[in-house]
């Protein structure tokens, strides 16, 4: 069983997305076991896109994810991390494939709706940056888990 970070962007929030969204995700099967609604800092966004920090586009990008609130949540799943990655589509929506949640809602390369951890690595990182342990339920062991 592997846990993703995603979280539904400032914008996507805005325009009362998060239910679609979230859809997207159960629908195929993912598992939501942490989610909730916080509005990062600046410092905060920048903090957790730390890898970004000498793009062109760091600035704008932190910008946006502190404009307004955003809804990180945990999915778990096998292979959670890559087929979250797969129904998000690619970061620029004009280039993500049809069906996919960028290719749907999304309306720039910046303002793209959803971020998803992109490796186990990443992951090991993101969730905590979100997440303590209480406030996380692993799918598996739960009783009306689907994997019961
Ligand atoms: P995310 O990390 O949010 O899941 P990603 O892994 O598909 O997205 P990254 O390359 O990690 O893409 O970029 C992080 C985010 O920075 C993108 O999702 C997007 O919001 C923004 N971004 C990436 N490239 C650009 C760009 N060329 N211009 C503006 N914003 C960009
Ligand atoms: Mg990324």
Known sequence: MEQTLVIVKPDAVARGLVGAIVRCFESEGLVVCALKMVWLA?????GFYQVHRHQPFFE????????GPCVP???????????VRTLMG?????KAAEGTVRRSFATSI?????????????????????FNRLEIVPAAGRDNSPSI
């Not at 600046?42 to 920048?46: F, G, L, T, V």
């Not at 949540?73 to 087929?83: F, H, N, Q, T, V």
């Not at 690619?90 to 004009?94: G, M, Q, V």
């Not at 910046?110 to 979100?130: C, K, L, M, Q, T």
């Open 60 to 67: 704008s990008l932190t910008r946006f994810m502190s404009s």
């Open 73 to 83: 949540m945990i999915l778990e799943g096998e292979g959670a991390i890559g087929r």
């Open 110 to 130: 910046e303002r793209n709706v959803v971020h998803g951890s992109d490796s186990a690595a990443s992951a090991a990182v993101e969730i905590p940056y979100f």
């Open 90 to 94: 690619a970061t620029d929506p004009h």
């Open 42 to 46: 600046q410092k905060e966004a920048e």
